[in-house]
């Protein structure tokens, strides 16, 4: 007798607005490591075309691989004015006819907000093509949605027959939704590991030449915000802090640019000759040298955007404890005050002081072995599980080892 022959596998399509330097390198490690069939559908070229963010007031492209390695393409966006962050920003009028020609057995999303993801999901429901969800939203210090609002996410989230959350908040931002415990499945936000890998030389060497070009010595304690010079993100809050404290043998070096720049320059200049340095945009390979730079990374957003803060993932596979807000969407996953780095009170800026002071002050090298525990489980191999054990959910009678 024959043995009976294995139903296929799930062919996942996959629809992101643009390649990003955080999930690309999933996307290559999904198809190095599992049997997974899958094609990421992108509706915009940002990231490997140069283009300006009008945050960093820049134009730039990363600089790393983002699309080799799996299969993808871009579906022409007509968008007058191209952007992720403005609804009408993806228009992708040939998406549903390019996702009914690779005819996908499920459907990951990341994200909702362009005529394009809505156009997706309503072909997918159409055709009975089960979806999954990937966002990273949070409720922290929003209080309570408007009602409009949390009626038209809870009717949207409806649509998914599964939902990966990336941690704790927002977790709990799905299930406030109304997203059932039975369809959540985590799949942790993650970083390239590979790339923020502490046993690597090069970053070290030219960490050790950052320092010395900036005149800090190595016994210096150097805290390190890297990133976009926005209010939210309250760069200048930290710059006041640090002030404040006057630190002996200390350095805060900015790494980034914004509209806040100007400003911390000017308030910069009051301070001690060489302890306040600035450094520009840093792209993706340089960054492993910049968190190497410092001794304490600071993230202080209180802004309700700040989701995740996939930096702090970066800067703690590196070893680098971090100061975080109570905002910042990671904080509870990641960030444990006192043992993995120190939190404060996003809107309390005596609370920023006199975290800033205890880390300053702090015994670092204890840090290292429970930074290291907490972020060996923020690695692609554990985004992944949860991936695939949400797509065996909705597709039960499809092969997946």
């Not at 094609?39 to 492209?61: E, I, M, S």
């Not at 009626?151 to 998914?160: D, G, K, V």
């Not at 996003?346 to 090298?365: G, R």
Request: hydrophobic content about 45%.
């Amino acid at each position: 007798m024959l043995a009976a022959s294995l139903p296929p596998p799930p062919r996942l399509a996959i629809v992101l607005s643009h390649p990003t330097q955080y999930y690309s390198p999933w996307f290559r490690w999904l198809r190095a490591h599992t049997a997974l069939e899958f094609r990421v559908f992108y509706l915009w070229d940002f990231g490997v075309k140069a283009t300006r963010d009008p945050q960093f007031q820049a134009t730039f492209h990363w600089d790393v691989d983002l699309l080799s390695g799996y299969d993808s393409e871009f579906v022409p966006n007509t968008a007058a004015n191209p952007g992720y962050h403005r609804f009408l920003g993806l228009r992708n009028p040939g998406l549903t006819r390019r996702l009914a020609s690779w005819r996908p057995n499920a459907m990951l999303l990341f994200g909702y907000k362009s005529p394009s993801h809505l156009a997706a999901i309503a072909w997918a429901r159409l055709h009975r093509v089960p979806l999954i969800f990937r966002g990273d939203s949070h409720l922290l210090g929003r209080g309570e949605l408007p009602l409009l609002q949390w009626t038209l996410l809870r009717m949207l989230y409806a649509q998914f027959a599964a939902v990966t959350f990336v941690g704790e908040a927002n977790r709990d931002y799905f299930t406030r939704l109304g997203v059932p415990a039975h369809r959540l499945y985590f799949a942790p936000h993650s970083v390239n590991a590979d790339l923020f890998d502490p046993a690597q030389p090069e970053p070290r060497t030219a960490a050790a030449a950052l320092r010395r070009q900036l005149g800090i010595t190595t016994s210096a304690r150097v805290v390190l915000y890297a990133g976009k010079f926005v209010a939210a993100k309250q760069p200048r809050e930290l710059l006041e802090a640090f002030l404040q404290i006057r630190p002996r043998n200390a350095a805060l070096v900015f790494v980034g640019d914004g509209k806040e720049k100007p400003a911390l320059l000017a308030l910069a200049r009051t301070a001690p000759p060489g302890t306040v340095h600035f450094l520009p945009f840093a792209n993706q390979s340089e960054m492993p040298s910049r968190y190497l730079l410092a001794d304490i990374f600071a993230l202080p957003s209180r802004g309700l955007y700040e989701t995740w803060g996939l930096a702090i993932n970066e800067a703690m596979h590196l070893g680098v404890p971090c100061l975080v807000s109570d905002r910042v969407g990671c904080q509870r996953d990641l960030v444990t005050d006192g043992e993995t780095g120190w939190v404060f009170r996003a809107t309390d800026t005596s609370d920023l002081f006199q975290k800033l002071a205890a880390a300053l002050a702090a015994d670092l090298p204890s840090f290292a072995p429970r930074i290291a525990a907490r972020i060996a489980q923020y690695t692609y191999a554990h985004s992944g599980a949860g991936l695939l054990q949400a797509l065996r959910a909705v597709t039960p009678s499809l092969s997946l080892p």
